[in-house]
């Protein structure tokens, strides 16, 4: 068996290779995330030393190396760093400073894997991903890639609820060897918050086909987008739902004409608020994993006031620089034992944080929260001003879109989730933000060449230092001339 999935990694590596030379770095980021979601660490890993490895880094580690040739060989400029990267930078530095301040071996080199794997992999491919020169193909790749991708994880969620297990693909998706979420929707990623993550980013990706296609397009859209819906709702996750509303409904604020705007908005406000009071009580209470009732679903809202009493204490012991990263799991206890609160923090001994904010803010503390949160205001700005700019092609705005969409789910889920834990969702987050940053700045050969093409024939004039050898002055033309 171990020698068949040798095989078979050696044959994806060959195609990966194909894609990387013929896609660019946009094929390899692209395949990054796909082998991170499918083929990444509960797929098959080669325990050969402390860092287990798989098909993602591997191929994570090559995106990294073509970089770096195609940099040196000027195939790719480099683009200026903008406020943005520098808090970025800042981010980053705090993560590994709070990691390597405290404990970083605790239960088996935690917070070494997650300023690794969840932090500084996000942030490699978010550097490569800036330098990419996107154009309308490929613009079209990334919104066409992510919208079959959803349409796959919608599939393998039927698939998944109806156990039609033939029909699901990695075969460890349906494993009962890991029973968490089985038979809800949990995808390849493990986790139907993922899942629902990325569904809700694909339905729009694919919505945003409408206007390229004629009635026939236009007909499979509606089918597809219906199929991805279900996906969504297999998920029987609420946060998933409300992510995949929200990102729905920024995509039509931005997309629609004026005219129908106000009307469209008016309807999805008018629907929550029908299901919101109708439905309710159905929504708090249903049963959803497995051996788990209706009360203990309804217990699990109930839980994120007594998670976030305890993450309060914890920050108010440590504001500034927090307990230290991937070190909640292991300071709770002192906290959540206290039998003098009335909040009933010893409910909480069982959970890890369900708060991506609240996550960063009791590990990192108000320095590390608060340069993540000014981060990701930072990209909504410089995302809306590429998206106002009447210099800003359609292709380059659908992208912007595209990154509201992705932070409208990202920080619905993450409220009620650390979505920073999921296996690729920060992955995505910063693949997406990063081809966003790069409309913001021309790489240097973009602006070399501009620059040419905007010198007149005066500004062009070559003056020679020796006067006695001086020839005819002669225009510098564009290099096409």
């Not at 590429?386 to 380059?396: K, V």
Request: charged share 15%; proline share 5%; glycine share 10%.
């Amino acid at each position: 068996m171990n020698a068949i999935l040798c095989v078979a990694l050696l044959v994806g590596l060959v195609w990966s290779g194909v894609v990387f030379l013929r896609g660019g770095l946009l094929g390899g980021c692209l395949m990054v995330l796909l082998a991170g979601c499918c083929f990444g660490h509960a797929f098959y890993r080669l325990d050969l030393g402390p860092v287990p490895i798989t098909l993602d880094r591997i191929l994570w580690a090559a995106l990294l190396v073509q970089y770096v040739v195609w940099r040196r060989q000027g195939l790719v400029g480099g683009k200026p760093l903008g406020v943005a990267e520098w808090v970025l930078l800042a981010f980053v530095a705090v993560l590994a400073l709070s990691t390597f301040a405290h404990d970083w071996h605790v239960r088996d080199h935690q917070p070494l894997a997650r300023l690794a794997f969840y932090y500084l992999m996000p942030v490699a491919l978010y550097w490569v991903a800036r330098q990419i020169p996107l154009d309308d193909r490929g613009a079209r790749v990334v919104l066409g890639g992510l919208a079959l991708f959803a349409l796959y994880l919608a599939v393998t969620a039927l698939a998944e609820t109806r156990e039609a297990w033939w029909l699901v693909y990695p075969k460890y998706v349906a494993s009962t060897a890991q029973t968490d979420f089985l038979g809800r929707a949990r995808g390849p990623l493990l986790n139907p918050v993922g899942s629902g993550l990325l569904e809700g980013v694909g339905l729009c990706c694919l919505l945003a086909w409408w206007p390229r296609t004629g009635r026939a397009g236009r007909l499979a859209i509606v089918a597809g987008a219906v199929v991805v819906v279900l996906g969504i709702y297999c998920t029987l996750t609420r946060t998933a739902w409300i992510g995949a509303g929200v990102g729905l409904a920024v995509f039509l604020a931005f997309v629609l004409p004026r005219a129908w705007r106000g009307p469209a908005m008016a309807c999805l406000v008018l629907a929550a608020v029908v299901v919101g009071t109708t439905q309710w009580e159905r929504i708090l209470a249903f049963q959803r994993d497995r051996g788990v009732g209706a009360r203990a679903s309804a217990e699990s809202v109930e839980l994120r006031p007594v998670l976030a009493a305890a993450a309060w204490k914890m920050f108010r012991d440590r504001p500034l620089l927090g307990h230290g990263l991937a070190q909640y799991d292991s300071r709770k206890f002192d906290y959540v034992n206290d039998r003098t609160s009335t909040a009933r923090l010893d409910r909480a001994r069982p959970y890890t944080q369900h708060n991506v904010f609240l996550s960063l803010l009791v590990e990192t503390g108000l320095i590390g929260a608060g340069l993540f949160v000014i981060l990701l205001m930072l990209w909504t700005r410089d995302a809306w001003r590429a998206w106002r700019s009447d210099a800003t092609p359609p292709w380059a705005r659908s992208i912007c879109v595209l990154l509201f969409v992705v932070l409208g789910n990202y920080l619905v889920n993450g409220m009620f989730h650390d979505v920073s834990l999921i296996p690729m969702v920060n992955m995505f987050l910063f693949f997406v933000a990063g081809i966003a940053a790069g409309l913001r700045l021309p790489s240097a050969t973009t602006r070399e060449a501009t620059a040419l093409e905007d010198r007149s024939p005066v500004d062009a004039v070559i003056v020679p230092t020796d006067r006695t050898e001086c020839p005819a002055p002669q225009a510098v033309g564009t290099p096409g001339d």
